[in-house]
C-alpha cells in the first residue's frame, strides 16, 4: 500500500492518493492539517488531558511565514 500527497494547481489545493487512486483532495495544506486535527479531537473525546491540548494546537492560528 502507498499513500503520497501532492499539490496540484495555482491555488494550493492538496491531494491525497492511495495505491493510484485519488481519495481526497483538501483546498490548502491548513485546510489538511484542520481536517487531520477534528478528526483527532473526535478519537479522544474520552482522554480529556489529550482533548485539551489538541484543542489548544487546532485553536493556534496557523503562520503563513
Do not use: W
Amino acid at each position: 500500500m502507498s499513500a503520497r500527497l501532492y499539490y496540484v494547481g495555482d491555488q494550493g489545493a492538496v491531494v491525497l492518493e492511495q495505491n493510484g487512486l485519488k481519495v481526497d483532495e483538501y483546498t490548502s495544506a491548513a485546510a489538511l492539517v484542520e481536517t487531520h486535527l477534528r478528526g483527532l479531537l473526535v478519537t479522544c473525546i474520552d482522554q480529556p488531558e489529550r482533548h485539551a491540548e489538541l484543542r489548544d494546537i487546532y485553536q493556534t492560528p496557523l503562520s503563513t511565514d
